[in-house]
């Protein structure tokens, strides 16, 4: 899995960083969405689909791997091809 976060589309709901806050956190000056890492553990994934899924404006976007590829980030057998938007914070 491959999480990214649009800055320009927050709006400072800060749901993501309720809902995992070992992903997300909020930026103290603009009161945006920071991402702490893009390629979450296993154990935040879905935490992750759920912030991406609460976020308002849908600024988050989650790759997920499809099984018969291999990608650096997620290991043998998996290649991130869709994406689910969705804005937190």
């Known amino acids: 899995m ?13 749901q993501c960083s309720r809902v995992e806050p070992e992903l997300f956190d909020q930026d103290d000056d603009e009161g945006v969405v ?3 890492t893009p390629h979450p553990p296993v154990s935040l994934q879905a935490g992750a689909r ?18 018969g590829f291999e990608s650096a980030s997620s290991g043998p057998g998996h290649h991130p ?8 914070q």
């Not at 991406?52 to 499809?66: K, M, N, S």
């Open 50 to 67: 759920t912030a991406a899924d609460i976020c308002p404006v849908r600024a988050i976007t989650i790759e997920e791997p499809t099984a």
């Open 34 to 36: 920071l991402l702490l």
């Open 2 to 14: 491959r999480v990214s976060v649009d800055t320009g589309r927050c709006v400072g709901a800060a």
């Open 81 to 88: 091809t869709s994406d689910s938007h969705v804005h937190c």
